[in-house]
């Protein structure tokens, strides 16, 4: 199944076309990487996927509808610094915005709910962080708690936008356990990411990208050293093994 369709999608910021006309497929069931150079227009793909940034042209399909159809199917998890983390709230109360979509805006939180936002703090590993105000947990503990809010919206695709930026190694390794847990029950799982190296290692897919998509496939098809020459201009950081 193609969880996520790019046709053409192109984003402009004035005179500048950050994403040109970029087409790729990502199936369910497998966890893909979006890199390039810096300004390469990543996160703009994303963003304007979801609406967060107008389109200047071209679409982004979910399960082959738009957005609107099956929204309740895709979680976002955006990147750290765009966040307010000066916002007094609690970390459990973070994590049920996830469940915003199924609570609405009338339903008192239950029980279950509450049960359920446990769960998902459990699997990045935060449940005594609960009732702490996301404001006094270190960056890497934010980062998790915003992973934990994505799951809790049972989503099928799950859309990350540098996850890994500034984390240390224990965060990476529980963001890492994750995210292959949620591709093996099926869930597509598409992230931003800047280290090359550890691309073939936590990813099955890559997609290729400087303004427009120099390769989109399997580690093997796509993440090649033609590929990335291409893409970064024939500078490879941190690509020592490729």
Not at 25 to 44: F, L, Q
Request: hydrophobic fraction near 50%; include cysteine; charge should be neutral.
């Amino acid at each position: 199944m193609i969880a996520l369709t790019f046709d053409k999608l192109s984003v402009r910021y004035g005179a500048v076309m950050a994403v040109d006309q970029a087409s790729a497929e990502i199936p369910a069931g497998a966890m893909t990487a979006i890199v390039g150079p810096n300004g390469a227009g990543k996160s703009s793909l994303l963003k304007a996927a979801l609406g967060v940034v107008p389109k200047a042209g071209g679409e982004a399909l979910f399960f082959g509808e738009p957005l609107a159809q099956v929204r309740a199917k895709v979680a976002y998890m955006p990147q750290r610094a765009s966040v307010d983390w000066d916002f007094p709230v609690r970390v459990i109360d973070v994590v049920l915005m996830g469940m915003q979509r199924e609570l609405g805006l009338l339903r008192p939180v239950r029980g279950a709910d509450r049960a359920w936002a446990m769960d998902c703090l459990a699997r990045v590993g935060l449940t005594e962080f609960a009732k702490r105000q996301i404001g006094a947990l270190s960056g890497g503990q934010q980062q998790r708690v915003f992973l934990a809010r994505a799951l809790a919206q049972r989503a099928s695709l799950y859309l990350l936008d540098e996850p890994f930026a500034g984390v240390d190694a224990k965060t990476e390794a529980a963001i890492v356990t994750v995210l292959h847990a949620l591709r093996d029950e099926g869930a597509a799982v598409v992230a931003v990411h800047h280290d090359l190296a550890s691309v073939p290692v936590w990813f099955d897919r890559v997609l290729l990208l400087n303004r427009h998509v120099v390769a989109a496939g399997t580690i093997s098809e796509a993440f090649t050293p033609e590929a990335l020459r291409e893409t970064y201009g024939g500078a490879l950081p941190h690509m020592m093994a490729v």
